[in-house]
């Protein structure tokens, strides 16, 4: 899933290399969330969601970036991040799915949790082949 | 290097404000800090306000469930005070409860539930 | 040809000037039952036959016609006006189709031409009653719309029972949109009052399904969280078997039978002890 990013609306495309990084996709992420006015809940979550990603994105991808900006389909508006990463992929996407299991020493609640939290969740993976992780947060 | 957040000590209790969001090597640091500090001013009670933070991410989420299991074992007790409501709606959603977390409205009331004697005691 | 025949209807709406619109608004007012100031009719009318009049001059030949923009406008009030007023659609539809019976009388004796222009004029003028109605409804809906979401603030109040003690007494079927208002505004209602107790009665709530039950334990969970606790009160019959035949974990979930139990409890755990009196007249 490409994100239907807004016309005219080009995303931003943030670094994820250090652990500072997730800071300030945070930020971005809340600029962005209330900038498209998203309630103060769903900009909570869509904050959250984002964080874990980003942190997965680091820790399991090895580094790699996100790009985030607004959408719109059909008249609805939200926001979007994509986060992507070169590294190892995920074998079995069921199992990285389900709560509380992990790789890496983690609470295992990063995938499952951010799906829990966004509307549109994609996940596209392959062994060798890297991660890209799409989630979008519709305003109500 | 990274930033550390300051411990405050009001008799047997210590107490930490977190005011700005958190990058993951500050959280870390700041459990070593409350471990040690636990130990070497025999506290029996630790509170962490948390009532300026936006978001509790499960990396949050998960040291303050840290802190309050070391607390235990430590003979001390931790409420964490002032989460948001939209924070709090955002964990249970993402499946973390902090089963073993005592939690408070604000200040005032965690240095209130710390002063009574635990429910344990009275049972 | 198409000019002659635009002379023809503008003709057919001037015959007798003033007079006509004065008949329209009589008309109009009748159909209406005195249920509009007569003043406010004329003014509406007298525009709109002004600018119909305009409009045919400039060769509009129906409803969507560029030239009746400001008939579209004028008429746009008028139902707006009608469907806040509180008038059926047949009502509004009506102070257009008065128009045609107000013209009736040209028929007789009318010529060939005159009769031909009626009719024209007579597709007109459905045209623009349907877009009446058109709009009629469009602001039915928006004010239908409006009042659900105030239903929804209106029905779902957190009242403070004592110091320190809330509630939400729910009413009405839940869904999950409405649960989650009602979650939301709850745990911001712990903040505002700095209640460290909550009680949610659903005494007036006749069924509750996964989803909802699931946004009220989410709840109980969240309040905890923040340092709250809360009381489940009301559970009827038929919901503690749905949550029993759901499956639905109602573990560490205090429940009362009514409300009245659930503020014993709440008062007893703020450390507030009720004691009666005897002796005291009732």
């Given at each position: 899933?490409?994100?239907p990013w807004?016309?005219g609306?080009?995303?931003?495309?943030y670094?994820?290399?250090?652990s500072g990084d997730?800071v300030?996709i945070?930020?971005a992420?809340?600029?962005l969330?209330q900038?498209?006015?998203?309630?103060?809940?769903?900009?909570?979550?869509?904050?959250t969601a984002?964080?874990?990603?980003a942190r997965?994105t680091l820790?399991y991808?090895?580094g790699?970036?996100?790009s985030?900006g607004?959408?719109?389909?059909?008249g609805?508006?939200g926001?979007?991040?994509v986060f992507?990463?070169s590294?190892p992929?995920?074998?079995?996407v069921?199992?990285?799915?389900?709560d509380?299991?992990t790789?890496?020493?983690?609470?295992?609640?990063g995938?499952?949790g951010?799906?829990?939290?966004?509307?549109?969740?994609?996940?596209r993976t392959?062994?060798?082949?890297g991660?890209?992780?799409?989630?979008?947060k519709w305003?109500? | 290097m990274?930033?550390r957040?300051?411990?405050?000590?009001i008799?047997?209790t210590?107490?930490?404000?977190?005011?700005f969001?958190?990058e993951?090597?500050?959280?870390?640091n700041?459990?070593?800090?409350?471990?040690?500090?636990?130990?070497?001013?025999?506290?029996?009670g630790?509170?962490?306000?948390?009532?300026?933070l936006e978001?509790v991410d499960?990396f949050?989420?998960?040291?303050?469930?840290?802190v309050a299991a070391?607390?235990?074992v430590l003979?001390a007790?931790?409420?964490v005070v002032?989460?948001?409501?939209?924070?709090?709606i955002?964990?249970?959603e993402?499946?973390?409860?902090?089963?073993?977390?005592s939690t408070?409205?604000?200040?005032?009331?965690?240095?209130?539930?710390?002063?009574?004697?635990?429910?344990?005691?009275?049972? | 040809m198409?000019r002659?025949?635009?002379?023809?209807?503008v003709?057919?709406l001037?015959v007798?000037?003033?007079?006509l619109?004065a008949?329209?608004?009589?008309?109009?007012?009748?159909s209406?039952g005195?249920?509009?100031?007569v003043a406010?009719?004329d003014?509406?009318l007298?525009?709109?036959?002004g600018a119909l009049r305009e409009?045919l001059?400039?060769g509009a030949?129906?409803?969507h016609?560029?030239?009746?923009?400001?008939v579209r406008?004028l008429?746009?009030?008028?139902?707006?006006?009608?469907?806040?007023?509180g008038?059926s659609?047949s009502?509004?539809a009506?102070?257009v189709?008065?128009?045609?019976r107000?013209?009736?009388?040209?028929?007789q004796?009318?010529?060939?031409?005159?009769i031909?222009?009626?009719l024209?004029?007579?597709r007109?003028?459905?045209?623009l009653?349907l877009?009446?109605i058109e709009?009629y409804?469009?602001t039915?809906?928006?004010?239908i719309?409006?009042?659900?979401?105030?239903?929804?603030?209106?029905?779902?109040?957190?009242v403070?029972?004592?110091?320190?003690?809330?509630?939400?007494?729910?009413?009405?079927?839940l869904d999950?949109?409405?649960t989650q208002?009602v979650?939301e505004k709850?745990?911001?209602?712990?903040?505002?009052?700095?209640?460290?107790q909550?009680?949610?009665?659903?005494?007036?709530?006749p069924?509750?399904?996964?989803?909802v039950?699931q946004?009220?334990?989410?709840?109980i969970?969240a309040?905890r969280?923040?340092?709250a606790e809360?009381t489940?009160?009301?559970?009827s019959?038929?919901?503690a078997?749905t949550?029993?035949?759901?499956g639905?974990e109602f573990?560490?979930?205090v429940?009362k039978?009514s409300?009245?139990?659930?503020?014993?409890?709440?008062?007893r755990?703020?450390?507030?002890?009720?004691?009666?009196?005897?002796?005291v007249q009732?």
């Amino acid at each position: 899933m490409t994100a239907p990013w807004s016309a005219g609306e080009e995303p931003q495309v943030y670094p994820i290399a250090r652990s500072g990084d997730v800071v300030h996709i945070r930020q971005a992420i809340r600029a962005l969330s209330q900038q498209c006015r998203l309630s103060l809940v769903d900009q909570t979550k869509m904050i959250t969601a984002a964080s874990e990603l980003a942190r997965n994105t680091l820790t399991y991808g090895g580094g790699g970036t996100v790009s985030a900006g607004m959408v719109s389909v059909d008249g609805r508006r939200g926001v979007a991040a994509v986060f992507e990463d070169s590294g190892p992929g995920i074998s079995d996407v069921e199992q990285a799915m389900t709560d509380g299991w992990t790789s890496g020493g983690g609470l295992g609640l990063g995938l499952s949790g951010a799906r829990r939290l966004v509307d549109d969740f994609q996940l596209r993976t392959a062994p060798g082949e890297g991660t890209a992780v799409t989630i979008i947060k519709w305003v109500r | 290097m990274t930033e550390r957040i300051p411990i405050l000590r009001i008799g047997k209790t210590l107490v930490v404000s977190v005011q700005f969001d958190l990058e993951d090597q500050t959280v870390l640091n700041l459990q070593e800090d409350l471990a040690e500090q636990i130990v070497a001013k025999s506290a029996q009670g630790v509170i962490i306000d948390i009532s300026a933070l936006e978001i509790v991410d499960s990396f949050v989420g998960r040291m303050l469930a840290t802190v309050a299991a070391i607390s235990r074992v430590l003979d001390a007790r931790t409420v964490v005070v002032g989460m948001r409501p939209a924070v709090a709606i955002t964990l249970v959603e993402l499946g973390l409860s902090l089963g073993g977390v005592s939690t408070a409205l604000d200040l005032e009331k965690g240095l209130a539930k710390l002063s009574r004697p635990t429910s344990s005691a009275l049972r | 040809m198409k000019r002659d025949s635009a002379v023809d209807l503008v003709g057919l709406l001037s015959v007798e000037g003033e007079e006509l619109a004065a008949s329209w608004v009589r008309e109009v007012a009748t159909s209406l039952g005195g249920r509009i100031g007569v003043a406010e009719l004329d003014r509406e009318l007298r525009e709109l036959h002004g600018a119909l009049r305009e409009a045919l001059r400039e060769g509009a030949v129906d409803v969507h016609s560029e030239q009746m923009s400001e008939v579209r406008a004028l008429l746009t009030e008028l139902s707006r006006n009608r469907a806040r007023q509180g008038f059926s659609p047949s009502e509004t539809a009506m102070s257009v189709f008065a128009l045609k019976r107000v013209l009736e009388p040209v028929l007789q004796n009318g010529s060939a031409e005159t009769i031909r222009a009626y009719l024209q004029l007579g597709r007109i003028l459905d045209g623009l009653g349907l877009f009446a109605i058109e709009t009629y409804t469009q602001t039915r809906d928006e004010l239908i719309t409006t009042q659900a979401e105030q239903l929804l603030e209106l029905s779902t109040p957190v009242v403070r029972l004592w110091d320190g003690v809330i509630a939400v007494p729910l009413v009405g079927t839940l869904d999950s949109a409405r649960t989650q208002v009602v979650m939301e505004k709850l745990l911001q209602a712990l903040v505002d009052t700095g209640s460290e107790q909550a009680i949610i009665d659903i005494t007036g709530v006749p069924a509750v399904d996964t989803q909802v039950a699931q946004h009220l334990l989410k709840t109980i969970v969240a309040a905890r969280l923040m340092g709250a606790e809360c009381t489940v009160s009301g559970i009827s019959p038929q919901i503690a078997q749905t949550i029993v035949a759901l499956g639905i974990e109602f573990d560490g979930i205090v429940t009362k039978a009514s409300l009245a139990d659930a503020l014993k409890l709440a008062l007893r755990r703020s450390g507030v002890d009720m004691v009666a009196h005897e002796g005291v007249q009732r």
